[in-house]
Every structure is written in C-alpha cells, then in structure tokens.
C-alpha cells in the first residue's frame, strides 16, 4: 500500500532552519508528483511547495519563496523541504502527499513550531 512518513520537525527558534524528509513506499516514486502541506490550528490546509515526478516543475507558496526549497532524490525514494529563515507563523503540522489515481495520500505529518 502506499506509505508516506515525514520526519525532521521540531522546535526552532525564529531565523533558524529544519529539514523535513518523507520516506515514500507502495507506488512507482519518480513518476509521481510530490507535495509539502502545512495547517496550522484554526486555519486550512495550505499548499506549501510542490514538486513533478522528475523535479523539472517546482513551485511555492508566495510565503515561503526564497526560504524554502523543496528537493527530492528518487534513488532513496524521499522528498525533503529544507526550510531556512523561519517566522512563527510557519509554525504548523506539515505534511507530505500525492495523488494516484484520483486518490490524495497523505503522511500523518510532523509538527514545525517557530518561537523564542
């Protein structure tokens, strides 16, 4: 079955930097897009970055642009965001995903909080 399994959060002080990594299984990785979600309490989910089954295609929420990079290396069948400059207000549950055959899988999550 397909698995997705984050990893990597935590508590940072604002400015500094996680890297999150989901371990993906079950499905032929590198023909499949990836995403990165984040939701904090109260509000929606929200589309992070996103990432094509080669890497040629890349995109990012206006929020994150130019702290965060979305990467994904097919051989260990893993997707990463490597998140710099962090501000409390990414502070969420983030969350990995994909879509096969019309069907959203998704990762229990890995919760980010930015503080001091």
């Known amino acids: 079955q397909v698995q997705l399994v984050e990893s990597g959060g935590g508590l940072v002080q604002p400015g500094g930097s996680l890297r999150l990594s989901c371990a993906a299984s079950?499905?032929?990785?590198?023909?499949?897009?990836m995403s990165w979600y984040r939701q904090a309490p109260g509000k929606e989910r929200e589309l992070v970055a996103f990432?094509?089954?080669?890497?040629?295609?890349?995109n990012y929420v206006d929020s994150v642009k130019g702290r965060f990079t979305i990467s994904r290396d097919n051989a260990k069948n893993t997707v990463y965001l490597q998140m710099n400059s962090l501000k409390p207000e990414d502070t969420a549950v983030y969350y990995c995903?994909?879509?096969?055959?019309?069907?959203?899988?998704w990762g229990q999550g890995t919760q980010v909080t930015v503080s001091s």
């Open positions: 995903k994909n879509r096969i055959l019309g069907r959203d899988y």
């Open positions: 990432i094509s089954g080669a890497g040629g295609s890349i």
């Open positions: 079950g499905f032929t990785f590198s023909s499949v897009a």
